[in-house]
């Protein structure tokens, strides 16, 4: 089986209102940023880091339908993905296919505000679920 190379960066939490995520992140220690809207993925966003945790992405909707709509349809808060930093993109999409997983791509890279303009792409891991690819 081939390695795949991901570097864990953070988990996306989907809120419709993260006043209570705010409180629980910042009760176990959590930094949490000032609230930013990223108008190409159409979400407000805050980034959330803690020393020696995993650091979370707070993502609420945007202006009418986004990509929560379906989430929100069935919950009201969910962690819907990971996301891992990559060196390459495509080396790393055909590590993950190479290691026999299905890949069905999601959203195309795009800059991301929260990211400093780093581009980001979503994609569903059959078997595992929605992963978010960052470029270094």
Do not use: W
């Amino acid at each position: 089986m081939s390695a795949i190379s991901l570097i864990f960066h953070h988990l996306g939490l989907a809120v419709e209102n993260d006043k209570e995520a705010i409180i629980f992140l910042r009760g176990m220690g959590y930094e949490v940023d000032e609230m930013i809207y990223d108008p190409e993925q159409n979400v407000h966003l805050r980034f959330c880091t803690a020393h020696g945790l995993p650091s979370f992405e707070l993502i609420m909707p945007g202006i009418g339908n986004g990509p929560l709509t379906p989430i929100f349809k069935r919950h009201n808060e969910l962690i819907y993905h990971t996301c891992y930093q990559v060196e390459d993109l495509g080396a790393s999409l055909e590590s993950i296919e190479d290691a026999g997983l299905r890949v069905l791509p999601v959203s195309e890279p795009k800059p991301a505000i929260l990211f400093g303009g780093r581009k980001v792409s979503f994609y569903k891991i059959f078997g595992f679920g929605m992963i978010e690819l960052l470029e270094l």
